[in-house]
């Protein structure tokens, strides 16, 4: 597993990121959602697993999913568990804050 800086700093975070709204991440050539919610990172695959849609299109609900766009179907944030379970899960990445900045881990499969 390899950590992928991706902010700075917390001060970077709250100047590009806003409260559960999806954010589109390029790492190291493949399409990561980021989401902030209750003032904690999530990082999950920016595909939607049922039909290919961008999943940084899509909402976060009041349950704290992610509403994919095109057919509607919900993913939980913290866990990419699909709410009904109508596909398989989202691939979901490890956050971290140090003094060194905000990282995400990544494997070398998921490259």
């Not at 709250?14 to 003032?39: A, D, E």
């Not at 509403?67 to 009904?84: D, I, L, M, Q, S």
Request: include cysteine; charge should be neutral.
């Amino acid at each position: 597993m390899e950590w992928i800086k991706i902010f700075e700093s917390n001060d970077e975070i709250q100047t590009k990121l806003n409260q559960n709204t999806p954010f589109r991440m390029i790492i190291q050539g493949k399409s990561i959602c980021i989401v902030m919610r209750q003032s904690v990172l999530y990082a999950f695959e920016n595909k939607c697993p049922h039909n290919g849609e961008t999943l940084s299109k899509g909402s976060i609900n009041y349950l704290g999913e992610i509403v994919c766009p095109w057919h509607g179907y919900r993913f939980n944030v913290k866990t990419g568990r699909e709410c009904a379970e109508r596909c398989r899960d989202l691939e979901t990445f490890p956050v971290k804050e140090t003094e060194e900045g905000v990282f995400i881990a990544v494997t070398s499969h998921t490259l």
